[in-house]
């Protein structure tokens, strides 16, 4: 048995502090709820996914809206991946897909998680998929009677602008959103690249603009950023590369 799936960071609801999380071992997956009450702690299963919602779970973890509704991603029947949405009724748990993946240009295997924007729009990443093959940024949209529209925002080239990202996004106070790559980037640092830092910012009209704000070039650089990055304050991102550094062995960065 191993996670799949984490829920960043406790949430508070009066003297418990709940954590969700899913949980897998193949051919089922289940989310589960750790409560903290005090010091004394209790697990409870709110959903088992069904064989053919869940072969091959992807690396996602979870999110909540304002309503306690959860939110993440699965293989899917299609094993493209889908996202879903769990929600609350009656003392019950009720998981219903939201948005299930091609595996064409509209992106293929979600990873990492997806974010939030104000106007309760969601953004997640695709591994693979979309127009080059090499991943997407896509947005999922609320339209009415519980029914969402995805829209790729970002097709990765498989070049200098990066390829197959697998961690959560970020969003900025302006709506920008940042993230990594595990390739691309510079192709001399290895075959396929080993990675990049970019952020990606609306322009008005559905249009969003991608920068590199850095390519990894290997050696004590660091190579091939696994996890996401976090916002300080003051502008600054901080996350992690899986390789290189001093002792090869991966950096902070």
């Known amino acids: 048995m191993h996670y799949v799936a ?37 697990e409870h299963l709110l959903y088992s996914f069904p064989p053919a919602n869940a072969d ?12 306690g509704n959860l939110y ?27 948005y299930t993946f091609a595996g064409g240009t509209d992106g293929a295997t979600p990873q990492g998680g997806m974010v939030f924007d104000s106007a309760g729009d969601l ?20 339209n009415g009677k519980s029914r969402w529209t995805e ?3 970002y097709s990765f080239a498989c070049g200098t602008d990066g390829a197959n990202p697998r961690a959560a996004l970020i969003l900025d106070k302006l709506g920008n959103l940042y993230g990594t790559t595990t390739a691309g980037g510079d192709e ?5 690249g080993c990675g990049t830092v970019f952020e ?12 590199v704000l850095h390519r990894f070039a290997g050696g004590n650089d660091g190579y091939m950023p696994f996890g996401g990055v976090v916002l300080d304050g003051s502008g600054n991102l901080y996350g992690t590369a899986a390789l290189g550094g001093k002792f090869g062995r991966g950096i902070v960065f």
Not at 132 to 138: E, K, L, S
């Open 200 to 211: 990606l910012s609306p322009r008005g009209g559905g249009n969003w603009a991608e920068t």
């Open 188 to 192: 001399s640092c290895q075959a396929g």
């Open 56 to 67: 091959h779970p992807t690396n996602s973890t979870l999110i909540i809206d304002k309503q």
């Open 6 to 42: 984490s829920l960043t960071g406790p949430h508070n609801m009066g003297h418990h502090r709940h954590i969700w999380f899913v949980l897998g071992a193949a051919p089922l997956f289940s989310v589960l709820l750790l409560t903290t009450v005090l010091l004394a702690q209790s």
């Open 151 to 153: 829209s790729v925002i």
């Open 72 to 98: 993440g991603a699965a293989g899917g029947s299609t094993n493209n991946g889908m996202v879903f949405e769990l929600t609350l009724v009656r003392n019950r748990w009720t998981e219903k897909t939201i």
């Open 123 to 142: 953004y997640g990443v695709t591994f693979s998929g979309g127009q080059h093959g090499c991943g997407t940024m896509f947005e999922l949209s609320p």
